[in-house]
């Protein structure tokens, strides 16, 4: 899946959880989202995104605000986790 694909999604994402009341609570939305309905690879095509654009922004394309944070904020949570 290309990396624009991924960045729409994710904001989709946040501009539902944006409508929460409380910005900890939208936080954990977007993250606990992309965590239980993302595969591996789309996490790790995020956040590799991340880790060349730290603002998360590139010619083009951009996260928003709240996925830009929830996603930073959560990251370790959203790394795929190593099976043995």
């Known amino acids: 899946m290309k990396i624009e694909q ?3 999604m994710a904001n989709q994402i946040g501009d539902f959880f944006a409508a929460m009341p409380d ?3 939208g936080l954990d939305g977007v993250a606990s989202h992309i965590e239980k309905f993302w595969e591996p690879r789309m996490r790790t095509a995020l956040l590799n995104f991340l880790d ?3 603002n998360g922004a590139a010619p083009g394309i951009g996260l928003n605000e709240l996925t830009l944070a929830a996603v930073s904020k959560y990251r370790d949570r959203l790394l795929p986790r190593k099976v043995a």
Request: hydrophobic content about 20%; charged content about 45%; glycine content about 0%.
């Open 52 to 54: 060349t654009h730290p």
């Open 23 to 25: 910005r900890d609570e």
């Open 6 to 8: 991924l960045i729409k």
